[in-house]
């Protein structure tokens, strides 16, 4: 996977740095509450919610343990379709093939379509390097790019920036990439939009190549699906001559009737609607209408590791809802840019961290970004037990060397001595009795300080209970 935001720390540090923003929990805090609400009742009017969640489940678990059979599948109908298909074991290979993809065309800009697969890679990045420019049309992306910024959030990008950020973004940078925006814009919802409609348009009646992720491929048609509320991947997906989708291994499901399931629980999950205003379907090319060239780029990315864990392959499952992301306590104070990474929030602390790796400091903090509490699988609308996952991959952490944790270690390794040994036990009992006078309120140290800064060590007795035990029991 391509590396974490430039410059980013680990969680910890990231975190204790953004929740001294009140801006940002202010903005965070009225968008999730008011997105969860939403999400909430639109799953209420589902008396078969349960069960069309068990039915997304399987159906994921069946694809993930035949992956090779239905990627195959999906190879060969796609290409029966007139469509392309290429395979990417990582991100620089997805890189260089989109970009020559690109070149072949004879073009030098690009329209995009909201994707975390393209995000995933750093493709905006790869195609500049190579004299490309690539326009996000979805608006909250739109945002993010004209202010040279990174993404917070899996559905709503710009959730951490208000409307009075937002106005003056489009006031100062939209020039530079296109239509400049009204001298007299005001931060009206409505004013904000339109301003984004006029600047896009120019480049969608313009541009020659698209490029797109996609929520799902069905393998038994080759057929790929976006859905979206703006129209702008519509437009990105009919108006071009070409277009190229990267997508991750793990968005192919079997049949065309699996969409039923997913196609109810996404919408209502993220946007909390009864269904997308905005479903794209398509299946290679047709000579009558829409692109002469379709191109689909298979991405591995660190997909095939984390399916070789039998606890940590949940996380293949997701559909990028986001809901688990609306409910999470850390996720509100902290935001999304703590965790690093374009996956951020619960599901981000399991997937992100799997596909990387967990040997940087950052992706080895990611695990310990949740408090646990569950609220993240209550919502998930596959049912990945994120809090499962997040202690498996805890564990693995603490097994692996050079990641922060070899005082644990070594005081653990210590311990286990002295507790096997009695006559050891005894003597350090009757130091630490006699001692305790001098014994500090809060742990030492880089390692255990900050789990103390809200607890007190609890007092050492006067005697031992052993020695206690003798006088007393004997």
């Given at each position: 996977?391509?590396?974490?935001?430039?410059?980013?720390?680990?969680?910890?540090?990231?975190?204790?740095?953004?929740?001294?923003?009140?801006?940002?929990?202010?903005?965070?805090?009225?968008?999730?509450?008011?997105?969860?609400?939403?999400?909430?009742?639109?799953?209420s009017?589902?008396?078969?919610?349960?069960?069309?969640?068990?039915?997304?489940?399987?159906?994921?678990?069946?694809?993930?343990?035949?992956?090779?059979?239905?990627?195959l599948?999906?190879?060969?109908?796609?290409?029966?379709?007139?469509?392309?298909?290429?395979?990417?074991?990582?991100?620089?290979?997805?890189?260089r093939?989109?970009?020559?993809?690109?070149?072949?065309?004879?073009?030098?800009?690009?329209?995009?379509?909201?994707?975390?697969?393209?995000?995933?890679?750093?493709l905006n990045?790869?195609?500049?390097?190579?004299?490309?420019?690539?326009?996000?049309?979805?608006?909250?992306?739109?945002?993010?790019?004209?202010?040279?910024?990174?993404?917070?959030?899996?559905?709503?990008?710009?959730?951490?920036?208000?409307?009075?950020?937002?106005?003056?973004?489009?006031?100062?940078?939209?020039?530079?990439?296109g239509?400049?925006?009204?001298?007299?814009?005001?931060?009206?919802?409505?004013?904000?939009?339109?301003?984004?409609r006029?600047?896009?348009?120019?480049?969608?009646?313009?541009a020659?190549?698209?490029?797109?992720?996609?929520?799902?491929?069905?393998?038994?048609?080759?057929?790929?699906?976006?859905?979206?509320?703006?129209?702008?991947?519509?437009?990105?997906?009919?108006?071009?001559?070409?277009?190229?989708?990267?997508?991750?291994?793990?968005?192919?499901?079997?049949?065309?009737?699996?969409?039923?399931?997913?196609?109810?629980?996404?919408?209502?999950?993220?946007?909390?609607?009864?269904?997308?205003?905005?479903?794209?379907?398509?299946?290679?090319?047709?000579?009558?209408?829409?692109?002469?060239?379709?191109?689909?780029?298979?991405?591995?990315?660190?997909?095939?590791?984390?399916l070789?864990?039998?606890?940590?392959?949940?996380?293949?499952?997701?559909?990028?809802?986001?809901?688990?992301?609306?409910?999470c306590?850390?996720y509100?104070?902290?935001?999304?840019?703590?965790?690093?990474?374009?996956?951020?929030?619960?599901?981000?602390?399991?997937?992100?961290?799997?596909?990387?790796?967990?040997?940087?400091?950052?992706?080895?903090?990611?695990?310990?970004?949740?408090?646990?509490?569950?609220?993240?699988?209550?919502?998930?609308?596959?049912a990945?037990?994120?809090?499962?996952?997040l202690?498996?991959?805890?564990?693995?952490?603490?097994?692996?060397?050079?990641?922060g944790?070899?005082?644990?270690?070594?005081?653990?390794?210590?311990?286990?001595?002295?507790?096997?040994?009695?006559?050891?036990?005894t003597?350090?009992?009757?130091?630490?009795?006699?001692?305790?006078?001098?014994?500090?309120?809060?742990?030492?140290?880089?390692?255990?300080?900050?789990?103390?800064?809200?607890?007190?060590?609890?007092?050492?007795?006067?005697e031992?209970?052993?020695?206690?035990?003798?006088?007393?029991?004997?």
């Open positions: 996977m391509s590396g974490t935001f430039i410059g980013m720390p680990a969680f910890p540090k990231a975190a204790h740095d953004a929740v001294r923003n009140d801006t940002l929990r202010a903005n965070l805090r009225r968008a999730t509450h008011t997105i969860r609400d939403k999400r909430a009742k639109a799953v009017e589902l008396a078969d919610w349960a069960e069309l969640r068990e039915a997304g489940k399987q159906i994921k678990d069946l694809t993930l343990s035949r992956l090779d059979h239905y990627l599948q999906l190879e060969e109908a796609v290409t029966a379709a007139g469509g392309t298909v290429h395979w990417a074991s990582d991100a620089a290979e997805a890189n093939i989109v970009a020559d993809l690109v070149k072949a065309t004879g073009e030098r800009e690009v329209v995009k379509v909201k994707s975390m697969a393209t995000q995933e890679i750093g990045e790869a195609l500049e390097a190579e004299g490309i420019r690539a326009y996000e049309t979805d608006l909250p992306e739109l945002i993010v790019q004209l202010g040279n910024d990174q993404p917070s959030h899996i559905l709503v990008p710009a959730i951490h920036r208000n409307r009075g950020e937002i106005r003056d973004i489009f006031r100062t940078e939209m020039g530079k990439w239509r400049e925006a009204p001298a007299d814009l005001t931060d009206s919802p409505a004013e904000l939009a339109e301003a984004a006029l600047h896009l348009r120019e480049k969608f009646l313009r020659k190549v698209g490029i797109s992720g996609a929520n799902f491929m069905v393998a038994e048609t080759g057929t790929l699906v976006v859905v979206e509320s703006e129209g702008n991947g519509r437009m990105c997906l009919t108006l071009p001559e070409t277009v190229i989708s990267v997508v991750g291994i793990e968005k192919v499901i079997p049949t065309w009737r699996d969409l039923e399931v997913f196609l109810q629980t996404l919408p209502r999950s993220s946007t909390a609607e009864r269904m997308n205003p905005y479903t794209s379907m398509w299946s290679g090319t047709t000579d009558a209408d829409g692109p002469k060239t379709f191109h689909l780029v298979l991405l591995d990315n660190g997909r095939t590791d984390a070789a864990d039998e606890v940590g392959r949940q996380a293949l499952r997701c559909i990028r809802c986001s809901a688990c992301l609306n409910v306590p850390v509100e104070r902290a935001g999304g840019h703590a965790y690093g990474s374009v996956y951020p929030g619960p599901i981000g602390a399991i997937l992100a961290s799997q596909l990387r790796g967990m040997q940087s400091e950052i992706d080895a903090s990611l695990p310990y970004a949740s408090s646990l509490c569950g609220a993240c699988y209550d919502v998930c609308p596959v990945i037990d994120i809090p499962e996952v202690v498996h991959l805890r564990e693995k952490v603490t097994r692996q060397d050079g990641q944790h070899r005082l644990e270690k070594a005081a653990m390794k210590v311990t286990g001595w002295v507790l096997n040994r009695p006559s050891v036990l003597a350090v009992e009757r130091i630490a009795s006699r001692t305790r006078a001098l014994h500090p309120r809060k742990l030492p140290g880089p390692g255990a300080g900050p789990w103390s800064q809200s607890r007190d060590l609890p007092e050492m007795p006067a031992p209970f052993r020695d206690w035990w003798k006088k007393n029991r004997t």
